[in-house]
């Protein structure tokens, strides 16, 4: 196979829970003098390790708060892992929460280009495109209206035309091909297809097998933040039936 | 650091638009929209004068432009910190899912608010012709405290928004402590009497103040003092390296905390 794209290194992740609910002086010096401080210590994930290949599609399976979430954050960087490395070579297009970067006030026009600020692609690049997103959107004269008037469904439109325009090298999925309406759904389903021809290494998080075993090549297993099974495809999903039966 | 600069480049595009976004929402959906940025300092410029002038008999026909000089940096600071300090959490939902440097927030709050008070500074031109102060060959020091405002907003910036994280108590305490810092600031009084009480220290040892005092001195034509003029960039370029200090130190555990 090609060479490797994602290298993730024995990663852990502590949350520390009591320390989240303390946002006042007050409250601070409290805990403080109580010695309340540094309680509740929460690992979200412990020392993943995997690696992927150019043209690998992982699925991630798990049940709720097995930490796929906390995972696919760590990889897109938007949590530093409290030990452990990452390494990863070309760009990353995380299509976690479709509009993390959309302000309301501003038009759809407006928002293009701040999302694709956002995700890190260049003004020219943006300005090159911009018709072709606004085209997959199928916004049409709404482009010019102000977020907050949009359907939610018209706003994760726009969010995923931007963040697919770009050839990323990692492809992050959260559960997101259910995106508007059929026709459209259609459309994304197709795009993300393209993609995966295109040889992009991707990390897709679902709750349903059938699409996992559709989609991927790869899986891994998730439980309470430890790697439970990793490999191809069939023998995990195996393990995964077995394991949903026991419970 | 090659990496930092090399991701700084990266990620001007964003910061150009984090900047851009936070003038353009700012005056949206107002009728003069930026035109206010001139007309507000005008304003306030009016009610201070007819205050601390009319009323307290202060002939002084060059008043306001001494007002407009202290007002305009002193809001810069004022609106510039504010603004940093709850730039994190303003941001929050984009912080949760997306990665960018967390700095670009408070930086370009900062940066916004500049822009805004280079464009009211318009009227303190205006104003000054008006009344016939006309420059001088010391306006050229001028460029002196319009950097060092810039410099000591963004080192308590970071500060303040390093702490405002974990703390949101400081976005009130703020309030107040600007307050202090107002009336440290001889904006709408002369600071002769105060300086030659013994509480002159009061004074000095405002960082804001010393940058004020040698914008008015390039204004009304004066030399720079000198003693002011190290003490205000050392203080600011302290802020700056403590700010980021922090900040750098303290960022990846925000969103934890937002």
């Known amino acids: ?247 | 650091m090659k990496k930092q600069i090399e991701n700084f480049m990266r990620y001007q595009f964003l910061l150009g638009e984090l900047v851009k976004k936070g003038i353009k929402l700012k005056y949206r959906r107002s009728y003069l929209g930026i035109i206010w940025s001139l007309v507000e300092p005008l304003l306030e410029m009016i009610v201070l004068a007819i205050v601390f002038g009319t009323l307290f008999e202060n002939d002084d026909k060059t008043f306001p432009v001494y007002i407009l000089t202290g007002r305009l940096l002193y809001s810069f600071f004022s609106q510039g910190t504010k603004a940093s300090l709850t730039s994190i959490r303003r941001n929050a939902s984009m912080i949760k899912k997306v990665y960018v440097p967390k700095y670009l927030y408070p930086l370009s709050s900062v940066l916004f608010n500049y822009v805004i008070f280079l464009i009211s500074l318009i009227v303190l031109v205006a104003v000054a012709l008006v009344l016939g102060i006309y420059p001088t060959v010391y306006l050229v020091e001028a460029i002196v405290p319009l950097l060092l405002v810039l410099i000591l907003t963004f080192g308590c910036g970071m500060i303040l928004a390093t702490l405002g994280v974990f703390f949101r108590d400081l976005e009130y305490l703020w309030n107040v402590a600007l307050m202090l810092v107002m009336y440290t600031c001889a904006i709408f009084y002369y600071p002769d009497r105060l300086l030659d009480s013994g509480f002159d220290w009061i004074l000095k040892g405002n960082p804001l103040y010393c940058i004020i005092s040698m914008f008015r001195n390039a204004v009304f034509g004066r030399p720079l003092e000198m003693t002011t003029l190290i003490y205000a960039t050392v203080f600011s370029f302290a802020t700056v390296i403590v700010g980021l200090f922090i900040f750098h130190r303290q960022q990846d555990k925000f969103i934890l905390h937002i």
């Open chain 1, 1 to 247: 196979m090609g060479k490797e794209v994602l290298k993730v290194d024995n990663v852990s992740m502590k949350f520390n829970l009591s320390s989240e609910k303390v946002d006042s002086v007050k409250e601070y010096f409290i805990k403080l003098l109580k010695r309340e401080m540094e309680y509740d210590e929460f690992w979200a994930l412990q020392n993943i390790s995997f690696s992927l290949e150019k043209g690998d599609r992982l699925g991630i399976l798990g049940l709720n708060g097995a930490g796929k979430s906390t995972l696919l954050k760590v990889i897109a960087g938007v949590f530093k892992p409290t030990t452990g490395t990452i390494t990863r070579k070309g760009k990353i297009a995380p299509l976690l929460e479709l509009g993390a970067g959309f302000d309301m006030q501003y038009t759809g026009a407006e928002n293009i280009y701040l999302y694709g600020a956002v995700l890190g692609y260049r003004k020219d690049f943006i300005r090159s495109k911009y018709d072709e997103i606004v085209a997959f959107s199928d916004l049409g004269k709404f482009i010019n209206v102000p977020l907050k008037n949009y359907s939610s469904g018209m706003r994760s439109r726009l969010g995923f035309a931007i963040a697919t325009i770009m050839e990323p090298e990692i492809l992050i999925l959260d559960e997101v091909l259910s995106v508007g309406d059929a026709k459209f759904r259609k459309k994304s389903e197709k795009k993300i297809k393209d993609m995966f021809d295109k040889e992009v290494t991707v990390l897709f998080v679902s709750h349903s097998l059938e699409q996992v075993k559709r989609l991927c090549n790869k899986a891994m297993i998730l439980d309470h933040g430890q790697m439970k099974a990793f490999g191809d495809i069939d023998e995990v999903a195996e393990i995964y039936q077995k394991m949903i039966e026991e419970q």
